[in-house]
């Protein structure tokens, strides 16, 4: 097949109409064109050579040209593509290293296996701009909800037409056991968009909690105006959901806007859920109040918070424990996503049994280090002290508040709590020489003799060990595994050493040891700003 004028227009019309057919620019199909006709002249002229082909956009007449770069004598590497610049003055006036030498050459004769290659080309390069369209087109959809029609089923997921494309909502992306056959149309998630080499894949979800949210702001339209906020959603799809919700118009109650005039409003996303139950609740700052209304229906009677631990514990009456918990621990663990922290739960006996256990535990501690009775123990239990530092280094006038304690008796009281600490402090001091801690660990600035001790328990036992400590390896912390988190002990963790504390020590250390220079610690610290003033900031 030759390009003859006969065929010339051909090439336009075939691309308009395949440009037309897979919704993509005419100018691509005829790059792609101009593409494969140059790989066959390079078959007929040569595959070294810089065959290039040009399509007139006007009349479809294509020109079949060869190029050659001028390059320095000694830079030739391919003759065919390449010439010198003594070589290249017969073709060109003064001519520059650098310069493209253009001959016209003749057209080619395409057979059959040339057509059929070229046929190839523009085919291939039609998919990739038909898959960049429809990447372009669908990237910007991911967090939206599409409709769609079920095309079939694979293993267990489930392809869907969603116009100009495919999508696929895997097995474990669906509600529940909900099946759906050919032609079904469906309403689901965009969790995804990736570009990947086989073509754009959209992948969509029906157990995404955003898919609830974004239910919700197509039928409230409070939400989708911005009246009213969804600040969190936790699901156990197709079985029961909580929602939180907040309204920045006083005359608009969020809850009751969500719900609708007779809970139309909620039934149309319950619907649309395969039956979902849904609680919603409304949004507090207030972390406490929160977390009450987000364990609804239970009622809670106290709560306590582990802010270092991002922990809560909760007491609830004991006929309200199952209800809290829910049925194989639903309610808990969807009020545990809702607020991003983890709950204990306990009942009233529970925490009085625990709290009189600390009470023993303490009093039992004052008798046998101070040499007091058990009454007097325990009032000074009943007081609010809980260790032998309180004792011995609060002001005497807490202690002579106290019924029945005259100056003496405090006195007396101190002077017992320091004597125990002393002796404390030198047995820990005398263990952790034992153990081969050194001066210079035993004499750093922060450390007492019992967190020496602990340290050299550990193996840690000079500045330079202490030095290459993480932070959390001394204050401890919490680790996320397989879901679930798991407590990290820390060596100064019984000492109530805070993160924040564990790294002021060891940068200090590390300064001391001159492996961090103080100007550079400094300025960091001017960039970033304390966490004082990022909060401020924020």
Known sequence: MAITSANQLELLQTAEAVAREKMIEPELVIEAMEDSLARAAKSRYGAEMDIRVKIDRKTGHASFTRVRTVVEDDAVENYQAQLTVEQARPYADN??????IVDQVPPVELGRIAAQSAKQVILQ?????????????FKDRAGTIINGVVKREEYGNIIVDVGRGEAILRRNEKIGRESYRPNDRIRAYVKDVRRESRG??????RTDPQFMAELFKMEVPEIYD?????KAVARDPGSRAKIAVISYDNSIDPVGACVGMRGSRVQAVVGELQGEKIDIIPWNEDQATFLVNALQPAEVSKVVFDEEANKIEVVVPDEQLSLAIGRRGQNV?????LTGMDIDILTEEEESKRRQAEFNARTQLFMDALDLDEFFAQLLVAEGFTDLEEVAYVDLDELLSIDGVDEGTASELQARARDVLEAKTKAALENARALGAEDSLIEFEGLNPQMVEALAK?????????????????AGGWTTVNGQRVKDEGLLEPFDVSLEEAQNLVMTARVQLGWVDPAELEGKADETGTPDDQEAGA
């Open 200 to 205: 754009p894949q959209i992948f969509l979800s």
């Open 95 to 100: 001519p520059q290293v650098g310069d493209e």
């Open 226 to 230: 911005g009246i009213i906020e969804i």
């Open 125 to 137: 390069r039609v998919r990739e701009a038909e898959r960049d369209r429809q990447y372009e087109e």
């Open 333 to 337: 663990r969807l009020a545990s996503q």
């Open 458 to 474: 550990d193996g840690v036992k000079t500045l330079e060990d202490f030095a290459t400590c993480a932070d959390w390896e001394l």
